[in-house]
């Protein structure tokens, strides 16, 4: 039991020195940036230096970098992500107003991803080498292959602009709040279609490895039939790098939404960060980084405790590290 | 072979099964015996070579995407000496495509076959770049990390971690936001975030060859340990990492043409992504518009990724055993 506190707490530590590496790269990116936040506020009106001087103190600029660094990194961890350029709201309000339309298309698309990509992936390597398998696998591989925002466009082409089934952008018709269903489909679908690809051949792959093992055999010779062969004593033990690759892919799912969105109008926090990034409104980009890193270790840390939960063998020797090195 | 190291070559997609031993047939023993044994075991490798490809060419995928790719390659290249110039507006204005204008004519009346030419041009330019930059830095890092452990071993692991957790193209948009955007500082922020998935596999690699009884008996010789790593370890690591190189081609596209799309890229230059940027407004009214370079890029990445497939199954024969 105590390893087992042991083993939480490194991966605790190792996930807030991973978000500390993450803020500090970023920290010097927007140091490195050109520009002089200072000149955009005053504008091309000439001020004299005594006023310069004033507003670079009180946005404490005038600071050493190193002390400008920690104090943001204070802020950060008392969850405090600055105020937005321009309209003065702060970071966080503004994402949180975003994150639930975010999470509205990428929790489905995850979900409908990981179970498709089960599914799909077993019966391709149950019939392996058969012309189902090259269906499956050859269309995963062709979708792998396409780049998502595009099949996002031809979907709008094909379904709204040309037959009229489905609108466009956003997420529901002028003046209603919420969500609509119709306006959920295709970008849900976008963004699940890389991903259920990427994770049906992952599937696939550990499949074929948990058949090629003895207790399948066994079970074989049992007369079991083959769907309980395949269902009851193959997916259990495939199912295990799934467990790793879904946690990944969430993160994954969260970058694809960023291009997803653009393309539907969507107004998540994939959109925000276009917005921020086009309008340079630097502590929103920060922010949404921050947030979606935060969200991500998170899931890892999730990742590994159902990890642990369905392999009873790292239970038990939870004296070895669950993610040893690769 | 723990359950993270499978996942984590799983997650490159390609790496089905164990990796290939290749040279593993050397016996230690022949080594010792002098020069003409080594004459032997030069042809011996050189046939195995010799028939993984043309295992690798006798397949029909092979072939068929092969042209392909080479096609794409060669429109791209010198298609745009022949095509007229991307710029000029003396066309009409949105004609669908037709015999004059075989992908039609854009908004303001360009000639989008002469556009979508030029913009192959940085889109392929950025993919193979890319690639070659990640295979020479994973090759560097990767072999000094599995060859030698230590402290560069440590480092790569926290670093490959870090970028697997964290997706590439979110830091590659900011940094690309940040500090401009033209092509030698995308194709820097790309090599930078994608580099460190084939140090992986590299290491990974080096790791088990290092292993090996050629090894050893090279040790045994007195050769030196750069000289090792060089001419006996690298060599043997290296089918996957060919494979996983390929792959690199591929998303290096789809992740330039995502930025691109969002409208990070050189704006003088514009990509097939900086294309679909401008089409998605006239979607409507130019379908030709958003179709051709989402197209094109569809048929390079698919071609290469195929192409890497395949050479990993030529490389990998033991994934082809089935129960």
């Known amino acids: 039991m105590r390893s087992a506190v042991l083993h939480y707490a490194k991966l605790l530590l190792s996930s807030v020195v991973l978000l500390l590496v993450v803020i500090t790269i970023l920290f010097l990116l927007l140091e490195l940036a050109p520009g002089d936040p200072v000149q955009t506020l005053v504008g091309d009106i000439p001020v004299s230096d005594a006023f310069r001087a004033q507003i670079t103190a009180s946005f404490g600029l005038d600071k050493p970098l190193l002390e400008r660094y920690l104090i943001y990194v204070g802020n950060v961890f008392t969850g405090n992500l600055g105020f937005s350029f321009g309209t003065d709201e702060p970071v966080i309000d503004l994402i949180f107003s975003r994150i639930g339309n975010t999470l509205a298309l990428a929790l489905p698309a995850f979900v409908i991803s990981t179970t498709g990509a089960i599914i799909l992936g077993s019966i391709a390597a149950r019939t392996r080498k058969r012309w189902l398998d090259g269906l499956i696998s050859g269309t995963a591989v062709a979708i792998f292959s396409i780049p998502n925002f595009w099949l996002g466009l031809m979907l709008i082409m094909l379904f709204s602009i040309t037959l009229g089934w489905l609108p466009t952008q956003g997420k529901s018709s002028y003046g209603q709040s919420g969500i609509q269903l119709q306006y959920l489909i295709l970008p849900v679908l976008t963004l699940a279609s890389s991903e259920l690809a990427f994770k049906t051949r992952i599937m696939r792959s550990s499949m074929i490895e948990a058949l090629g093992g003895d207790y399948i055999d066994t079970a074989r010779s049992k007369g079991l039939s083959p769907r309980r062969v395949l269902w009851q004593h193959g997916l259990p033990n495939a199912l295990l790098p799934m467990v790793t690759v879904a946690g990944y892919s969430l993160g994954f799912i969260f970058a694809g939404s960023v291009l997803v969105e653009r393309v539907f109008g969507w107004p998540g926090m994939g959109l925000l960060f276009i917005d921020a990034i086009e309008r340079q409104n630097n502590m929103v980009v920060l922010g949404v980084v921050i947030v979606i890193t935060v969200t991500i270790l998170i899931v890892n840390i999730l990742t590994d405790v159902v990890y642990g939960l369905v392999d009873p063998r790292l239970r038990a020797r939870f004296a070895r590290p669950v993610r040893s090195v690769a | ?323």
């Open chain 2, 1 to 323: 072979m723990t359950i993270d190291q499978k996942s984590s070559q799983a997650d490159q997609g390609e790496l089905e099964a164990e990796v290939p031993s290749s040279g593993s047939s050397f016996d230690p023993g022949s080594a010792a015996a002098g020069a003409p044994s080594v004459e032997i075991v030069r042809t011996r490798r050189r046939r195995r070579a010799d028939s993984v490809w043309n295992d690798f060419f006798r397949k029909p995928a092979t072939v068929t995407f092969l042209i392909l790719l080479v096609a794409m390659v060669l429109l791209s290249t010198l298609g745009p000496l022949f095509a007229g110039d991307p710029v000029a507006t003396d066309h009409p204005t949105l004609t669908p495509p037709s015999a004059e204008y075989p992908l039609g004519t854009d908004q303001l009346g360009r000639d989008y076959l002469a556009r979508v030419l030029f913009g192959g041009r940085i889109s392929l330019l950025v993919g193979f770049t890319v690639a070659f930059l990640c295979m020479t830095l994973g090759l560097i890092v990767g072999g000094l990390a599995g060859f030698f452990g230590g402290i560069v071993d440590a480092v790569l692991v926290k670093v490959a971690e870090f970028f697997q957790v964290i997706p590439g193209i979110v830091l590659a948009l900011v940094a690309a936001a940040l500090l401009g955007s033209n092509f030698v500082i995308i194709v820097t922020i790309l090599a930078l975030t994608m580099w460190p998935g084939v140090a992986r596999i590299v290491r990974a690699e080096t790791m088990r060859v290092t292993q090996l009884g050629y090894v050893e008996s090279a040790r045994a010789a007195g050769f030196s340990s750069l000289r090792i790593l060089w001419s006996d370890v690298i060599p043997n690591a290296m089918p996957p990492v060919i494979v996983a190189t390929t792959m690199t081609v591929g998303r290096a596209i789809l992740v330039e043409s995502g930025l691109a799309f969002l409208g990070i890229g050189d704006a003088n230059r514009p990509s097939w992504g900086a294309l679909l940027n401008s089409a998605q407004a006239y979607m409507a009214a130019g379908w030709w518009l958003a179709l051709f370079p989402g197209l094109c890029i569809f048929i390079v990445v698919l071609s290469v990724n195929m192409l890497g497939d395949s050479l990993n199954d030529s490389l990998n024969p033991t994934i082809g055993r089935v129960k």
